[in-house]
């Protein structure tokens, strides 16, 4: 495996974890990052889509799409923008923003593995 192919594996690990925990018991998660306890489906919409995203992740790093793996890394680094803007609107906690930290540094990683590979 390359080593772009295993930064993206990587991450998708992280992804599953997230999406498992989205899915099954989100306020652990949502609640120590300053957002409202809920109840509500959306949640765990979210946590399915970041399981399918980890999938697709995974998939892409066991056979090497490199065209997938450099997009992904373009896509991830544009979550810390969204993420800076949500806070800046008030939309959403500052703390929201560490999430957009792991996907940047995540992201940077996989730029510097497709530049060395």
Request: proline share 5%; charged share 10%; hydrophobic share 60%.
């Amino acid at each position: 495996m390359t080593k772009a192919a295993r930064s993206v594996f990587v991450f998708s690990i992280y992804l599953f974890v997230l999406g498992l925990v989205f899915l099954t018991v989100p306020n652990v998660l949502l609640v120590p990052f300053g957002f409202p306890e809920t109840n509500e489906v959306w949640v765990r919409v979210v946590g399915m889509l970041v399981l399918i995203l980890g999938l697709y992740y995974s998939t892409s790093a066991r056979n090497e799409l490199t065209p997938m793996l450099r997009a992904t890394a373009y896509a991830r680094l544009s979550v810390m923008l969204f993420f800076i803007a949500f806070v800046a609107l008030g939309q959403a906690p500052p703390a929201l923003i560490l999430f957009g930290v792991v996907d940047a540094a995540a992201a940077t990683w996989t730029l510097f593995a497709l530049r060395a590979d």
